[in-house]
């Protein structure tokens, strides 16, 4: 079992940053594969970024790609999201996943992964 809390999300302009933190419960953080994926209004939930476990490997969505970067820090038990040059369409609650056995071909699936966050609302305004 995990819990994974996030935080760092807020209003911002477009072309803004902001990074989105998740801190994860208990002592196995480095066994679990991490992802973010947001939702915004009326729409369905969708893939933003991973990493692996060790942190040495990552996948982006190709709407975040060259703006996003995700990391993570094991010693902490912590995965981030830095979000740069924001835009309006990123407006959305973004969620944190974690889980332990997902395969690096299924990062993008949001049923694979077993624990989730509660979100926290990132707004950006034209």
């Known amino acids: 079992q995990v819990q994974l809390v996030e935080s760092g999300g807020g209003s911002v302009q477009a072309g803004g940053s902001l990074r989105l933190s998740c801190v994860a419960s208990?002592?196995?953080?480095?066994?679990?594969?991490m992802g973010w994926f947001r939702q915004a209004p009326g729409k369905e939930r969708e893939f933003v970024a991973a990493?692996?476990?060790?942190?040495?490997?990552?996948y982006y969505s190709d709407s975040v790609k060259g703006r996003f970067t995700i990391s993570r820090d094991n010693a902490q038990n912590t995965v981030y999201l830095q979000m740069n040059s924001l835009k309006p369409e990123d407006t959305a609650v973004y969620y944190c996943?974690?889980?332990?056995?997902?395969?690096?071909?299924?990062?993008?699936?949001?049923?694979?992964?077993?624990?989730w966050g509660q979100g926290t609302q990132v707004t950006v305004s034209s």
């Open positions: 208990g002592r196995t953080f480095s066994s679990y594969l």
């Open positions: 990493i692996t476990r060790s942190g040495g490997n990552t």
């Open positions: 996943a974690a889980d332990r056995d997902i395969t690096i071909g299924t990062v993008k699936e949001e049923d694979e992964y077993d624990y």
